[in-house]
């Protein structure tokens, strides 16, 4: 298997989508419902990913496709080569016309993504990584940087020198909506983490990255899928992160389990501030 060909590949179908995106006019691109009104799809993202699989499909036969759009119910991940697409991480930004969203790529194989790729078109930012191999950023000038982009990353002293990403997804009642808002609250209060702030991109693909490049320092989310989370994922680790899962004691997550804690690449305290996190938690943990 030749990565660095379906890196390539997977470079070309995320600018090709992110021409899509650009040229769309979500003004005029109605939305739907899919579970309340805070969980939306527009035509742009079903033509973006039936543009992906098209292009994937034509030119490796042989793999599987998992793509949020195109998802059944009961559909999982195997360990056969799967590409794993959100064609628009992002669409309530998009519906908006706020201009942070991307196409997310990857591929997994034996449940374990292998090539990721991340872009935000409107930024020209194409985050990528392969196993093993380490992530980068190329900028719209066309200059390319490791991740993270600062060489020798500060070590992490605890939480209340991160600044933490947290979104707020579609589920907004119940006990999980509580222990969202409740953990969040604890993060910024004085009594509490403390943090330096709070900050909600609305792609968790996205934060991923942000994370890697170590513009944010801790990524805490439960609730978004695999095809949210597989790219930035690998990308997040080959920058020298970690990734436990959001509810304590999960040291080792799986890209299904839809419980996700991603920490800034950092010579010493990672396992500190995850385990701080999980504490302001008081034993609860995320169930979907």
């Given at each position: 298997?030749?990565?660095?060909?379906?890196?390539?590949?997977?470079?070309?179908?995320?600018?090709?989508?992110?021409?899509?995106?650009?040229?769309?006019?979500?003004?005029?691109?109605?939305?739907?419902?899919?579970?309340?009104?805070?969980?939306?799809?527009?035509?742009?993202?079903?033509?973006?990913?039936?543009?992906?699989?098209?292009?994937?499909?034509?030119?490796?036969?042989?793999?599987?496709?998992?793509?949020?759009?195109?998802?059944?119910?009961?559909?999982?991940?195997?360990?056969?080569?799967?590409?794993?697409?959100?064609?628009?991480?992002?669409?309530?930004?998009?519906?908006?016309?706020?201009?942070?969203?991307?196409?997310?790529?990857?591929?997994?194989?034996?449940?374990?993504?292998?090539?990721?790729?991340?872009?935000?078109?409107?930024?020209?930012?194409?985050?990528s990584a392969i196993y093993g191999r380490g992530a980068t950023l190329e900028r719209a000038n066309g200059t390319t940087a490791t991740l993270p982009l600062r060489r020798n990353p500060a070590p992490l002293s605890g939480l209340n020198d991160c600044l933490v990403a947290i979104e707020w997804g579609s589920e907004r009642k119940g006990p999980n909506w509580e222990l969202r808002t409740s953990v969040s609250k604890k993060l910024l209060s004085a009594d509490g983490a403390m943090v330096h702030s709070v900050r909600s991109s609305g792609s968790a693909a996205l934060d991923f990255c942000y994370v890697a490049a170590g513009w944010m320092d801790v990524f805490w989310e439960g609730g978004c899928w695999i095809w949210d989370v597989a790219a930035g994922w690998l990308i997040l680790e080959e920058a020298g992160g970690l990734v436990a899962g959001a509810n304590p004691g999960e040291w080792t997550p799986t890209l299904e389990g839809r419980s996700y804690l991603g920490v800034r690449g950092a010579a010493a305290g990672q396992r500190v501030v995850v385990e701080q996190l999980w504490g302001h938690m008081n034993g609860q943990k995320f169930r979907f």
């Open positions: 298997m030749d990565l660095d060909d379906i890196c390539a590949t997977l470079v070309k179908v995320a600018r090709e989508a992110g021409e899509m995106i650009l040229l769309a006019d979500p003004s005029v691109d109605t939305s739907l419902t899919k579970k309340n009104t805070s969980d939306r799809v527009t035509a742009t993202d079903r033509a973006v990913e039936n543009m992906a699989r098209q292009r994937l499909m034509d030119q490796y036969p042989d793999f599987e496709f998992l793509g949020e759009e195109t998802f059944k119910v009961g559909q999982e991940l195997t360990d056969a080569p799967t590409f794993v697409v959100d064609p628009i991480d992002g669409t309530l930004n998009f519906i908006h016309g706020f201009p942070n969203t991307a196409i997310s790529l990857a591929l997994t194989v034996a449940k374990q993504p292998v090539v990721g790729i991340v872009y935000n078109p409107f930024r020209k930012d194409l985050f």
